[in-house]
C-alpha cells in the first residue's frame, strides 16, 4: 500500500530452465527483461518487440491482466526514463545490459576469457551479460551481434572469430547508437567501434623468432628446419604470429618446411601433426604451435610417433599463450617455450565502459601486459623490436599463480 493506494506487482520468477513461457525466466539464462521481451513479442506485438517498447509493453501486459487501466506508475517511468534516454538501465536500476559475441570454446585460454568475462560483468557487479558461445563460425557471430542490437542492449563486446567482414554490422550498431568494444582478436576492415582491448600478435611471433634465434645460438644449433601449426584462418592471432615469426625465420634463412591450420584446437594440433609426420619425419627439428592446446596435441602425434621433444629431445617446441597446462609443460620441459597471450581482458572492458558512463572518451587501443617464459636459464632476455625484453624460468608459484 502506498499512501492509502494498494498497488498490484507482477513477479516475473526464475526456475531452472526456461521455455520461453510468459511467466519464466530461467535460472540462469534468459533474464526477467529478456521475459518481458518476449511479452513485448507475442501479446503484445503491435508494440514492437523491441527493448525501445519495453515500459509500454508492461504497462500494457499490467492493464490487460489485472483488468485496470490505472498504469499511471509505469507511464510515469516510461517517461522520466525517455527523457533520460537510458530505458533499459532506468528498468533494472542500475544495470548494464552487455552482449559478449565470444569467439567459441576452444582452447584453455577460451576458458580463462570466458571466466574473466563472467566474473567482472556479474549480475553482483551491476550487469546483465547476455553471452553467446560462437562456436568458431562466423555467421553465427554476425547473427549473435544483429541479436544484441536487437535487444537494445547498452554495449556489445566483440572478439572478433577473423579479422575483416565487419563494416556492415558494426555500421548498424553505430545506427542503433550501442557502442562496440573489441577484444582480444582485432577488426581489421572497419574502425566503427570504440576500444580494442588485446595483444600485439605480431609482437609474439618476432619474440618466438627471437628466442629461437638466440636459442638455436646459444646451443650450436646451424640448421633450423621448422614446421609451424597455425591458428584459425583468417583469425588475427594467427595472422600476426604467422608474420612475426617469419619475419625472422626469412631474415635468418630457416628453412620452413610446412604451415597448416589447426584451428586452435588439440585434436588439430594432433591431426597436423600426424600428417607432418607421416612427410617429414626425421626432416625437422623445430615445430612451433600457435597455441598451447595444438602443442598439447602435437606432443601427443610425437610421443605416438617415438619423436623426443623438448629441453631434452630432438625436437624443440614453442608454444603461444602459456595458460596454467602450457606452462607446466615449460616447467616439466616438454615445451622450450611459451609466449604468453593475456586473457584477462575483462577488467579493461570494464574501465572503458566506466569512462562511456561517465561521458569521457577511452583510448582506442588498449595492448595487455605479457611475458615470455621458458624452462631453461640459459638467456636471461631477448631483443624484440630493438627492445630488451626479459625471459622468465618457470617455477611452481608462477604457474600458480596462472589463470
Ligand atoms: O585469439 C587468441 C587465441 O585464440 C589464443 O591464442 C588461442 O588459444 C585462442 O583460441
Not at 554476425?142 to 535487444?151: P, T
Request: proline content about 1%; overall charge negative; charged content about 25%.
Amino acid at each position: 500500500v502506498i499512501d492509502g493506494t494498494e498497488q498490484k506487482a507482477l513477479f516475473i520468477t526464475g526456475k531452472s530452465h526456461c521455455d520461453r513461457s510468459a511467466d519464466d525466466c530461467g535460472g540462469g539464462g534468459l533474464s526477467q527483461y529478456r521475459v518481458v521481451q518476449y511479452l513485448c513479442q507475442s501479446e503484445y506485438a503491435e508494440y514492437g518487440g523491441s527493448a525501445k517498447f519495453f515500459f509500454r509493453g508492461i504497462r500494457l501486459f499490467w492493464a490487460d491482466v489485472f483488468e485496470t487501466d490505472d498504469a499511471a506508475a509505469a507511464d510515469q517511468t516510461e517517461d522520466s526514463a525517455e527523457a533520460a534516454g537510458t530505458e533499459s538501465s532506468a528498468a533494472s536500476g542500475d544495470t548494464v545490459t552487455i552482449g559478449f559475441a565470444q569467439v567459441g570454446h576452444e582452447s584453455d585460454w577460451r576458458t580463462a576469457s570466458t571466466d574473466s568475462c563472467l566474473s567482472v560483468f556479474s549480475a553482483d557487479n551491476g550487469y546483465d551479460l547476455q553471452f553467446v558461445d560462437c562456436d568458431n563460425d562466423s555467421a553465427v557471430q554476425l547473427e549473435a551481434v544483429r541479436g544484441f542490437i536487437e535487444q537494445d542492449v547498452d554495449y556489445i563486446i566483440i572478439d572478433p572469430i577473423v579479422s575483416t567482414g565487419w563494416d556492415t554490422v558494426l555500421t548498424e550498431c553505430e545506427e542503433a547508437g550501442i557502442p562496440v568494444i573489441v577484444i582480444d582478436r582485432t577488426i581489421d576492415d572497419s574502425d566503427k567501434y570504440v576500444s580494442w582491448v588485446g595483444s600485439n600478435f605480431k609482437t609474439e611471433g618476432l619474440a618466438a623468432g627471437e628466442w629461437l634465434k638466440a636459442y638455436t645460438g646459444a646451443k650450436g644449433i646451424s640448421d633450423v628446419n621448422v614446421l609451424v601449426i597455425e591458428g584459425s584462418t583468417g583469425a588475427s592471432a594467427t595472422i600476426g604470429r604467422t608474420d612475426g615469426f617469419k619475419e625472422i625465420a626469412d631474415a635468418n634463412g630457416w628453412n620452413i618446411l610446412d604451415s597448416q591450420t589447426g584451428d586452435f584446437t588439440q585434436a588439430g594440433g594432433q591431426e597436423v601433426m600426424e600428417s607432418y609426420i607421416k612427410s617429414y619425419e626425421g626432416k625437422f627439428n623445430v615445430v612451433v604451435c600457435q597455441n598451447d592446446n595444438e602443442a598439447f596435441g602435437a606432443m601427443d602425434a610425437m610421443k605416438a610417433a617415438g619423436i623426443s621433444y623438448g629441453v631434452d629431445g630432438d625436437v624443440i617446441l614453442v608454444s603461444f599463450d602459456a595458460c596454467t597446462a602450457g606452462l607446466e609443460y615449460v616447467m616439466s620441459g616438454d615445451i622450450n617455450a611459451d609466449f604468453e597471450c593475456n586473457p584477462l581482458a575483462a577488467p579493461f572492458v570494464e574501465e572503458v565502459i566506466k569512462q562511456l558512463q561517465a561521458g569521457e572518451t577511452p583510448e582506442k587501443e588498449v595492448y595487455m601486459t605479457e611475458h615470455w617464459f621458458v624452462n631453461e636459464d640459459v638467456l636471461s632476455t631477448i631483443n624484440v623490436n630493438g627492445e630488451d625484453q626479459d625471459l622468465t624460468v618457470v617455477t611452481k608459484e608462477i604457474v600458480d599463480a596462472q589463470y
